[in-house]
């Protein structure tokens, strides 16, 4: 199983790292949405024993147990277009997502 990051999203991430004092990016899904699934975002400042570690790019990529199964071979990068900037997921797992892209089913 792993999570990674592109070198695009790395950089994003590290100078937010930096900027918060975390170890690393937080990365899991929860209920919501009208597909049944979202991604969330947080800064890692510890790691629980429930928790998975991966390293991408020298960013540690914290993910709970339980929402590993759903983020396996996932792949985050960070995307400038326009005037402005997000984070895409490519997630292997997702079988459809919603219309507005806010939420994904497995």
Do not use: I
């Not at 994003?12 to 597909?35: I, N, T």
């Not at 326009?82 to 939420?103: D, I």
């Amino acid at each position: 199983m792993a999570v990674t990051l592109t070198e695009s999203a790395a950089r994003h991430v590290k100078a937010q790292l930096d900027r918060e004092r975390a170890l690393g990016l937080r990365l899991g899904v929860r209920r919501a949405g009208c597909s049944g699934w979202s991604y969330r975002l947080d800064y890692a400042r510890e790691v629980g024993p429930e928790d998975a570690v991966f390293e991408s790019h020298g960013v540690k990529v914290v993910v709970d147990r339980e929402s590993l199964p759903y983020l396996d071979g996932t792949e985050l990068d960070f995307v400038r277009e326009g005037l402005g900037s997000h984070f895409r997921f490519r997630n292997p797992n997702v079988k459809e997502s919603c219309g507005c892209g806010e939420s994904f089913s497995v």
